[in-house]
């Protein structure tokens, strides 16, 4: 159960640092609008929500943002999984 939970806060982490490697313009590119310094929301993305921040570039170069619902449902989905994350499920571990 532990390898389960740790495989789970870092291979988000993992795919992102390679995507960020392999191709930089997938994951700068739907931060470069924004008026603070474009490298520091994709690194604060990587440590805080990084399955919300792989769905913000996917949905950027897939369904051209999140002005789309596909696009808006891929960054819920993403904010959703990283806030089971961070809360260690400890709803399920009440019952």
Do not use: H, Y
């Not at 440590?47 to 369904?63: K, M, N, Q, R, V």
């Amino acid at each position: 159960m532990c390898l389960l939970a740790a495989l789970g806060l870092i291979a988000p982490r993992l795919i992102l640092v390679l995507l960020w490697l392999f191709s930089p313009a997938v994951v700068l590119g739907p931060f470069a609008s924004l008026a603070i310094p474009n490298p520091i929301i994709p690194l604060l993305g990587l440590l805080f929500l990084p399955t919300t921040t792989l769905g913000i570039c996917w949905a950027a170069e897939s369904f051209g943002g999140m002005q789309s619902f596909s696009g808006l449902l891929i960054v819920l989905i993403g904010l959703v999984i990283d806030a089971g994350l961070i809360g260690k499920g400890r709803g399920l571990s009440k019952r």
